[in-house]
């Protein structure tokens, strides 16, 4: 039997301490970047992570000369955090802020969709880009009115060098932003994840109402369902269903995935089993049947809507099913997606409309004159419509997609 020499109490109770701290802290733990709103809520634990922040239902907030309507803007491609050492790109940052607070206050909608393409994740040396993510989702917060979001393809891109910071100038000065320290030690190339993104804007805002996948969707992680319900007060039910889903890129190919598209003939079919609900999605790299419609609508475009047909579609890698299971829904109104700046219009497909919203944020490729596309949801009797509201506060590009 070993004999161990007599030890003090002591020692042993610090060691105690150590252990219980360092268990605790693998379970909740508080960056310091992590910024002044994490307490709005409380810290979602890994194990919390799909707990709802809310019901997932929309409730309309009233509408003009009686007519009960829900309004949602969508807000595409804004791209903060692009070059963000230089004046440049901040100054990029203020436009975008401008533009969304000038169609927030004309159009006062119920709701806003952020549409992918957020910030510009390849261009972010910081430890956690989320200090840009807060930045755009701040106009839509600071006037209380609720969000959700889905990720593009740049929203965790690997970081990319630029080549000329190896010229005989030298690296410039990065500048790393951090909610509770300042200069360089928060500096990282390895970029923020899906996971992260969404875990800090979930856990620092009441208003969100953007939603983890089920885990066997990942990499794949905005894929979630909201319920916009009647305006009556003492009934529940529902006027539209709104799908989001993420079409990768960055980290991953740009799909949609098998999984997924099985995840939303699941959900879809338990949610609106007789298809008398209408439902419209979300996502943000055009499927390959909008270079379909494109095609259809090149010679005349009569039957299209929009101003912009400045460049090609610029598709999902593969098509893995889920546009199969859109067309065979006859509640399937339409489909919004941003990712190509130059594209605006909403063209039939099928028995549904595919549609673009419009370059928002002045960062990303184009110099086009930036707004967001809106939609308007009325109750009785149904009728879905959407116009562009530019920054200049002027609207066009009007259009019915569903009575």
């Given at each position: 039997m070993a004999i161990f020499p007599n030890r003090s109490s002591a020692p042993n109770r610090w060691y105690t301490i150590t252990v219980l701290f360092l268990i605790l802290r693998n379970i909740v733990m508080v960056r310091p970047e992590d910024g002044p709103h994490e307490n709005t809520l409380g810290l979602i634990a890994d194990d919390d992570i799909f707990a709802p922040l809310n019901d997932g239902c929309l409730r309309f907030a009233g509408g003009s000369k009686g007519v009960a309507s829900f309004k949602v803007a969508l807000f595409a491609d804004l791209h903060f955090g692009e070059n963000a050492w230089s004046d440049w790109g901040p100054q990029q940052d203020l436009n975008s802020v401008k533009v969304m607070s000038t169609i927030l206050d004309i159009e006062s909608p119920d709701f806003v969709v952020y549409l992918g393409d957020v910030i510009t994740a390849n261009n972010l040396p910081i430890h956690n880009a989320s200090f840009y993510w807060d930045q755009a989702i701040s106009p839509t917060r600071d006037r209380n009115i609720p969000w959700a979001?889905?990720?593009?393809?740049?929203?965790?891109?690997?970081?990319?060098?630029?080549?000329?910071?190896?010229?005989?100038?030298?690296?410039?000065?990065?500048?790393?932003?951090?909610?509770?320290?300042?200069?360089?030690?928060?500096?990282?190339?390895?970029?923020?994840?899906?996971?992260?993104?969404?875990?800090n804007e979930r856990r620092r805002n009441s208003l969100s109402y953007t939603g983890f996948g089920p885990r066997n969707l990942w990499p794949s992680v905005s894929n979630y369902v909201l319920t916009v319900v009647s305006p009556k007060s003492d009934s529940k039910s529902p006027v539209m269903l709104m799908y989001f889903l993420d079409s990768g890129g960055g980290s991953y190919p740009e799909v949609i995935s098998t999984i997924q598209s099985e995840w939303f003939r699941n959900k879809s079919q338990k949610m609106n089993p007789d298809s008398s609900i209408p439902e419209i999605v979300f996502w943000h790299i055009p499927s390959q049947a909008y270079k379909n419609a494109a095609k259809k609508a090149a010679p005349r475009r009569a039957q299209c809507v929009g101003?912009?047909?400045?460049?090609?579609?610029?598709?999902?890698?593969?098509?893995?099913?889920?546009?199969?299971?859109?067309?065979?829904?006859?509640?399937?109104?339409?489909?919004?997606?941003?990712?190509?700046?130059?594209?605006?219009?909403?063209?039939?497909?099928?028995?549904?409309?595919?549609?673009?919203?419009?370059?928002?944020?002045?960062?990303?490729?184009?110099?086009?004159?930036?707004?967001?596309?809106?939609?308007?949801?009325?109750?009785?009797?149904?009728?879905?419509?959407?116009?562009?509201r530019m920054e200049n506060g002027t609207l066009h590009s009007e259009v019915v997609l569903s009575t």
């Open positions: 979001s889905v990720f593009g393809n740049h929203d965790d891109a690997p970081f990319e060098w630029p080549i000329d910071w190896f010229s005989s100038s030298g690296i410039p000065q990065i500048l790393c932003p951090s909610a509770h320290a300042s200069g360089g030690d928060r500096c990282s190339f390895k970029g923020t994840t899906r996971l992260e993104l969404m875990r101003s912009m047909f400045e460049e090609r579609v610029a598709a999902q890698e593969a098509e893995m099913g889920m546009m199969k299971l859109l067309k065979e829904r006859s509640s399937v109104k339409a489909i919004f997606v941003g990712h190509n700046h130059g594209l605006d219009w909403c063209c039939p497909y099928e028995k549904m409309w595919l549609c673009y919203a419009r370059h928002t944020g002045y960062g990303g490729y184009g110099s086009w004159a930036r707004g967001a596309r809106i939609l308007e949801i009325i109750d009785e009797p149904f009728s879905l419509k959407s116009w562009i």
